[in-house]
């Protein structure tokens, strides 16, 4: 019998953001999006820094293409609905470095049109050490780093967000109340596995580490269970 996950205090929601970087919208074969696209992670996929990205056996079914995905979270600090876009960096209270692990097959075949199966898996959210938000004046002038085993894979500022931090707050929150904790995906910018040419996928023993300044550096080793016998 598989033994149950570590409980841990998991936010009330994730919140991603699609395609929120031209160029990344690009290196898929995507048209770049008009208004936010947005999708749901299993809040249970989050683990912290230093803990392993799994690679359970139905992420290689049919074919494995788990994904890297570097980007810029942020953590609501009340509950928050009709936020104006003015307001709305008052209604956040920490940020955070984030992978948004996607399992490509599962994202683009397996759920029915719908991404957040390839999204949710456990592990599938590392999500570094949240810091206040008063720490980071300006969240549309951040530098984004992704490294897969040292070699730098993506790098971009949040100023190339096409829907910065407060659009889509203003965006998510109109009718819909959203929940102290929440966490939000901004988007990745280009330079993910799927995009590059052979595609590089994970792999048992990578290590992915992503860097933000002024937010700080997420790292996490990859580890198949199958072959390294746990």
Known sequence: MALPPVRRAYPPAILGIGKNYAAHARELGLEAPTEPVLFFKNPAAVIGDGEPILLPPVVHTPDPGVDYEGELAVILGCDARDVPEGEARSVLSHVAVANDVSQRWWQWHGGGGQWCRGKSFDGFCPLGEPVPIGQVPDLQALELRTS???????????????????????DLSRGTTLLRGTVILTGTPSGVGAGRTPPRFLRHGDRVEVSISGVGTLSNPVLDPLLSGG
């Open 148 to 170: 897969l085993n040292g070699e730098l894979v993506q790098h971009d500022s949040t100023a190339s967000m096409l829907f910065p931090v407060a659009r889509l707050i203003a």
